[in-house]
């Protein structure tokens, strides 16, 4: 009974999508790290299954958010924005790993590069549209937020630039860090700045203000 149903919730609900594909992650990692450890053969195998609940998981979790009544995270920039942190994240942590190979300041790079570009692309695109609650979430991030909003790119830029002097872990670490607060800021600003469908116009103004 209990198996019936959760794959009825399975069928049904992202959020158990979420739990379940995580749930499969962190046991395929768990397996592809003991493989690693005692040289097995296949590793290879369950290193790919871990890109795989990885990057389904990020998906799911992302598709929580596509709710009409939040038309700011209701659109595809949401999607990508949730895949750019987790590459971004990922790369970040592989360079202090393996000491900053060319391969992941590579990865990071061109991570966070699509992470600017995406960003670039959906502020114009809450400037242009006419929907109020897209009007408001752009008024929120270039008024009441908009020293957060400065904040993020700043770290993200500096984190960037500094990237390729990360040859030691005294130096990876700290530029790792500047990376990782610009995208705990990014995801700040993805839940504070969203205006809901039923938001007095008159509240949306004077935060603005």
């Known amino acids: 009974i209990h198996a019936v149903r959760a794959m009825k919730m399975w ?30 053969p296949g590793a290879i195998y369950l290193g790919g299954l871990t890109v795989l609940f990885g990057v389904a998981g990020v998906g799911a979790s992302a598709r929580l958010y596509l709710v009409p009544g939040r038309p700011a995270w209701n659109s595809p920039f949401t999607i990508l924005e949730f895949y750019l942190t987790s590459a971004l994240l990922g790369s970040v942590g592989a360079n202090i790993l393996n000491h900053s190979s060319s391969l992941t300041q590579s990865i990071t790079i061109y991570a966070g590069l699509a ?78 700045s969203v205006v809901p469908t039923n938001i007095a116009t008159e509240y949306l103004a004077a935060e603005a203000a």
């Open 11 to 40: 069928r049904r609900s992202w959020l158990s999508r979420e739990v379940l594909l995580f749930t499969l992650f962190a046991n395929a990692a768990a397996a592809y790290s003991a493989a690693l450890w005692l040289s097995l």
């Open 115 to 192: 992470t600017v570009i995406v960003g670039g692309l959906k502020i114009i695109w809450l400037a242009r549209s006419k929907v109020h609650e897209l009007q408001g979430a752009f008024s929120l991030l270039f008024a009441a937020l908009s020293n957060r909003f400065l904040l993020r790119f700043v770290l993200l830029s500096t984190g960037l630039i500094l990237l390729p002097f990360a040859q030691t872990s005294w130096t990876a670490i700290p530029i790792a860090l500047a990376l990782i607060a610009g995208e705990f800021m990014s995801r700040y600003l993805f839940f504070v």
